[in-house]
């Protein structure tokens, strides 16, 4: 399939998916998953980054209307998005001209589950920390950082190994 | 001037992800303002068209609690009914106080379609708006109690600032006359928190608090909730936890209150500071 096609239509998917049905899980009340961040880890790494981070704000803004919480999303999932090469750099030890060649599922496991825990947990914590928005409520940010990505990374670990081709 | 080109050449990305990010800040501080939240919000007509498509499929799946809920208070209407007509014609002396109860509010029946209560500013989305003639800050309730008031309106649909929303400050009272105000700590659903009653007021586990009617927003008399725990030690605030008549996490059909002389009690109020 055509990549552009490919990724409009990931992103509308991941956007109604995390409206319509993962918003509304509240596992024991509170803890959700928040799946939308797959975009980060799906989308190919490329030298020019301007259109990855707008539509990555894009995203996060599109779910912050339906969430009526500001820009929390938007601003949590830029973070990651741009700081996403470092992380690369750090745990794959790949730099620019490995980029047109990497593909995450071709790497092994231990370095991508590092990577993937690394950027949720970042996400997560920052996500929490807007949506409570002052330092009163701080052991409840954590616990909410930690149940929610334990949850989504289940989530996520889980989809891949449904979806991804067999060898 | 090459300097400053290289400059910019090399940390285009950085700052590009900077301009991303000041956006997104300051749409997080404009919608924690309430004059300013007006661009970011689900009452608009893409977001409210999808949230009333999939809440009328959701729906049937409550329809057997919200016909008992209606029942329930069908039967509390028709009891209250039956009071008034027997005291009015039978002893003329015990009458209800219409000094104090008169007519001056106007009821408009509304859905909630999309519901949040986990988070520490939560906002509801309702099927009604500007249309139907509502406008910002009107009280919304049930009938176990309140919800919150009207927050931004679409032409067909409104945003609610919940009650369960960190800046939600509500006028309240205790049945014998005390009043305080009424907030949330942004930690459990179902209870919120009643500060500023002054110490030797009589407070005991188990009393009623409902709406002071001191705000031009909220009719008086309105149920909220019932006091679980009075902190009476040493704190300096006082501080009393109230738990909610209404379980925030399952409701249906709303009431929206307008006040029809709110305009005049808000000119009074502002002259009075010239």
């Known amino acids: 399939m055509n990549k552009t096609v490919y990724f409009g239509l990931l992103f509308v998917f991941l956007v109604f998916l995390q409206v319509f049905v993962l918003n509304n899980i509240l596992f024991l009340g ?74 995450l599922n071709l790497e092994s496991f231990g370095k991508k589950f590092n990577y993937i825990v690394t950027l949720t947990v970042l996400h997560h914590f920052l996500l929490f920390s807007f949506a409570n928005f002052s330092f009163q409520n701080m052991s409840h940010v954590v616990l909410n950082t930690l149940y929610s990505s334990a949850f989504t990374l289940i989530l996520y670990f889980l989809s891949i190994y449904i979806f991804s081709k067999k060898q | 001037m090459q300097q400053l080109i290289y400059f910019f050449q090399k940390f285009k990305y950085f700052l590009f992800f900077l301009f991303l990010q000041f956006i997104a800040l300051t749409l997080i501080f404009n919608n924690l303002n309430f004059q300013n939240s007006k661009y970011i919000n689900s009452a608009n007509a893409l977001t409210g068209g999808l949230y009333s498509r999939v809440s009328d499929i959701s729906d049937y799946f409550s329809l057997k609690a919200t016909n008992t809920q209606l029942i329930e208070e069908n039967t509390l209407l028709r009891n209250f009914l039956n009071q008034k007509t027997n005291t009015s014609f039978t002893v003329d002396s015990i009458v209800i106080d219409t000094v104090k109860y008169y007519q001056k509010y106007t009821y408009t029946s509304a859905k909630i379609i999309n519901n949040s209560y986990s988070k520490a500013f939560n906002f509801l989305t309702i099927d009604k708006g500007a249309i139907a003639g509502l406008s910002k800050e009107m009280a919304v309730v049930n009938a176990k109690g309140i919800i919150g008031f009207t927050d931004n309106l679409s032409p067909n649909y409104g945003r609610i600032q919940s009650i369960l929303n960190k800046n939600t400050k509500i006028n309240a009272r205790l049945k014998n006359g005390y009043f305080g105000t009424l907030q949330w700590n942004g930690l459990d659903y179902n209870t919120v928190q009643l500060i500023d009653i002054p110490r030797q007021a009589p407070v005991k586990i188990g009393d009623t608090i409902e709406t002071g009617g001191k705000s031009a927003i909220f009719p008086e008399g309105i149920l909220i909730g019932k006091v679980i725990e009075i902190n009476n030690d040493n704190a ?39």
């Open chain 1, 30 to 103: 509170y803890v959700n998953p928040y799946l939308y961040i797959t975009f980060v880890f799906l989308y190919p790494l490329k030298k020019n980054r301007f259109v990855f981070l707008l539509l990555s704000f894009a995203l996060g803004l599109s779910i912050d209307f339906f969430s009526d919480s500001g820009g929390i999303h938007a601003f949590s999932l830029v973070t990651i998005s741009y700081f996403r090469l470092f992380f690369i750099r750090v745990f794959f030890n790949k730099f620019e001209v490995d980029y047109p060649f990497f593909k």
């Open chain 2, 236 to 274: 300096v605030d006082n501080v009393i936890n109230v738990k909610l008549f209404n379980d925030m996490s399952v409701i249906g059909p709303v009431y929206v209150i307008k006040n029809l002389q709110k305009v005049e009690i808000k000119r009074l109020e502002n002259s009075g500071n010239e």
